[in-house]
């Protein structure tokens, strides 16, 4: 004998509105909190030095010089001609700027000749030389 009728439970739902809404604050939390490290354009061997470095110049333009391939002007790719037309745009904006060179220890002598006749061209007044510093050997 049965009393009682059972009911059949239909399949329980989920809510996913309110887990989309969570969903989307974790995200906007990882965003805000998450800070990014400036990578360099290349992995270069810089040369070391015993001298102590001068502390960074907001003013300052890096120039990087590889041990093959293109010169760098910032991290973008560039020829003689455009480093040199960047330069005098750049020299335009900010008459008192330094450019810092970076070279690879292994990079041609004839490509910082270069880099420092394009700092001349465009009215450089400070360059200088991004190194490593090191112990004395």
């Known amino acids: 004998m ?13 809510i996913i509105v309110s ?3 969570v969903l989307i604050v974790v995200l906007i939390f990882l965003m805000v909190t998450t800070t990014f490290k400036q990578q360099p354009a290349l992995k270069l061997s810089l040369p070391e030095s015993s001298q102590k470095e001068k ?11 590889p ?5 760098y002007f910032k991290t973008d790719p560039v020829t003689y001609d ?5 330069l005098k745009e750049a020299c335009a904006a ?7 060179i970076r070279g690879d220890t292994d990079a041609s002598l004839g ?4 880099v420092l006749d394009a700092a001349k061209a465009a009215h450089i007044k400070n360059v ?3 190194i490593r510093n090191g112990a004395a050997p």
Not at 67 to 71: D, V
Not at 82 to 86: D, N
Not at 111 to 114: G, L, R, S, T
């Open 55 to 65: 502390g960074a110049n907001p003013d300052t333009i890096t120039v990087t010089i």
């Open 19 to 21: 887990l989309i809404d």
């Open 94 to 100: 900010n008459p008192n700027m330094t450019l810092a």
């Open 111 to 114: 490509q910082y000749v270069k």
């Open 128 to 130: 200088s030389e991004a």
């Open 67 to 71: 041990k093959t391939g293109p010169l």
């Open 2 to 14: 049965q009393f009682t009728t059972r009911k059949r439970r239909g399949p329980p739902t989920v």
């Open 82 to 86: 455009k480093l040199v037309q960047r």
